[in-house]
């Protein structure tokens, strides 16, 4: 089967009026101004295709569809297992329809003081040319289409076989490690093209057996995770998608402590997974204090109250919603999931950071916490997730430096924008003031010691061992880069009245970035 991506796509999950149905034999389509960008509204009313079935052989579908452009006619067999392959394709229309000249505005990004967030962290390329980087990931899934076992026809053994051919042998097998605390998220990002976000979390909740637990629409759920990774600003340096992807294999290892994975229930691991999934969607790559002093309307809309962690929130429950994915579920238990979520990545807002902590240190030191009780669950995993939102110190150091140079990159460009918009340089984006070294052992010591050593009283396991020792490592590394910012750590640690004065100044100023 030969199939052409330059085409439009029809998504055929929208609704078919019911005089269209009646039609015997055949279902027709014409092309939409909201879905193919015809500028013409005459255009409106063209035939682009059909959709039929021999009446002698109603197993399979006849596809046809004429192209916008090139008035190139191409036809299609589909045996029932590869329609669902091809309703996947409406997942990715908005990337072909880019392909066709129609590029919709992103969602959620709008250009404050001349600042367009989509482009913020974009290096500059030349005119009409298209990215390497999408080229990259549409073929990679015209290679999945062509070389899926659905569409091959062979024995479906594994129905949720998602991994293009190509990577069969390698990200599969990192899949297999996918619990190991020393998975590089940058190698497996790129051995899936792009789509690391996409593949691990659909990996994850195959594993859990989550997608037949809770009954999940095969369809829904690939729209909904490609939706999630589009969202993801893969211009930032850091907030994008990979960093998602990141946080949730770190959510995976935390679910299998052995206190959770006794405890929690599956709506519990359904909802930590898609927590992390979506903790950081639409992040513009700057922090809250720049949207305030710029007036965005999202300061305005959440009362300068959580400003981003709102957003995301907001932004994944639109998807989930668009997507139906949780339209099967009685409207009280999907409300539920949405509140929970909610609740979830509003805890990684880090200038709550020390409430969090002041509470987890007082339950741990009355021994008071009950993993039966559901409400102290929900209050474990929002601690994970905040454990694995930073974990990045706690990796191993050729994991962790990467990280480290990509948020700092983050926070200097940002530092950059407000010096060029005559803005109050925010804390820890001034790269003349700061370096990686001097802004890293600092979030170290006051963020994420703390924050760990007590995850380590909860959960005293080896992974919270080498997760310590990791950190310590890290911060030995970055001291021996900065002679300067070492002495002034070492004494920081002898000057109480000091020690607890920069937390909120400096450290917490670059949380209330990475969160």
């Given at each position: 089967m030969e199939l052409c991506y330059q085409l439009p796509v029809l998504p055929l999950d929208?609704?078919?009026?019911?005089?269209?149905?009646?039609?015997?034999?055949?279902?027709?389509?014409?092309?939409?101004?909201?879905?193919?960008?015809?500028?013409d509204p005459r255009q409106l009313s063209q035939r682009r295709g059909a959709i039929s079935y021999d009446s002698s052989d109603q197993t399979a579908l006849y596809i046809r569809m004429l192209a916008v452009t090139n008035k190139i006619k191409t036809s299609f067999v589909f045996t029932p297992g590869a329609c669902v392959i091809f309703k996947q394709l409406f997942s990715r229309d908005v990337r072909v329809r880019s392909q066709v000249g129609f590029e919709p505005e992103r969602r959620g990004s709008h250009p404050y003081l001349g600042i367009d967030f989509r482009t913020l962290h974009s290096r500059a390329e030349s005119a009409g040319s298209i990215p390497a980087r999408r080229i990259r990931r549409l073929f990679s899934f015209q290679r999945h289409m062509l070389s899926s076992r659905l569409l091959r026809g062979t024995s479906q053994l594994n129905p949720l076989y998602i991994l293009d051919e190509d990577y069969c042998g390698q990200a599969r097998c990192m899949l297999e490690k996918v619990g190991s605390w020393n998975f590089n998220i940058f190698l497996f990002d790129r051995l899936t093209n792009g789509n690391s976000l996409v593949f691990l979390t659909f990996h994850l909740l195959n594993q859990y057996g989550l997608i037949e637990l809770f009954q999940l629409d095969m369809v829904k759920?690939?729209?909904?995770?490609?939706?999630?990774q589009e969202d993801y600003h893969n211009q930032n340096p850091y907030h994008n998608a990979v960093h998602a992807a990141d946080v949730t294999q770190a959510m995976h290892c935390y679910l299998k402590e052995p206190k959770l994975a006794q405890s929690l229930t599956s709506c519990d691991i359904l909802l930590g997974l898609l927590a992390a999934a979506t903790h950081d969607l639409d992040h513009p790559g700057v922090n809250q204090p720049f949207l305030i002093k710029t007036n965005h309307y999202l300061a305005a809309l959440y009362r300068n109250t959580s400003v981003l962690e709102n957003h995301h929130w907001r932004s994944a429950v639109g998807l989930l919603r668009e997507t139906e994915l949780f339209s099967h579920l009685p409207v009280e238990d999907s409300l539920s999931i949405e509140r929970q979520l909610g609740s979830l990545i509003l805890a990684t807002d880090i200038s709550r950071q020390n409430d969090y902590l002041s509470r987890f240190r007082t339950h741990l030191d009355k021994n008071d916490l009950c993993l039966g009780n559901?409400?102290?669950?929900?209050?474990?995993?929002?601690?994970?997730?905040k454990c694995a939102d930073i974990c990045n110190p706690c990796r191993p150091w050729e994991l962790s430096k990467q990280w480290s140079e990509k948020v700092?990159?983050?926070?200097?460009?940002?530092?950059?924008?407000?010096?060029?918009?005559?803005?109050?340089?925010?804390?820890l984006c001034d790269n003349e003031a700061n370096t990686i070294a001097s802004v890293q052992i600092g979030f170290m010591t006051y963020v994420v010691e703390p924050l760990f050593a007590e995850w380590a009283r909860f959960s005293d396991t080896w992974l919270s061992q080498t997760m310590l020792g990791h950190l310590g490592l890290n911060k030995a590394s970055w001291s021996a880069t900065e002679p300067e910012a070492s002495g002034s750590s070492e004494e920081g640690e002898s000057e109480p009245a000091r020690a607890t004065e920069k937390p909120g100044s400096r450290a917490l100023s670059q949380g209330g970035q990475e969160s």
């Open positions: 929208r609704p078919v009026p019911k005089h269209v149905l009646s039609r015997r034999g055949a279902i027709s389509f014409s092309s939409s101004s909201s879905l193919f960008g015809a500028p759920l690939r729209r909904f995770l490609v939706l999630v559901a409400s102290h669950r929900h209050f474990i995993l929002q601690m994970a997730l700092t990159e983050e926070f200097f460009h940002q530092g950059d924008v407000e010096k060029k918009h005559k803005l109050e340089v925010s804390p």
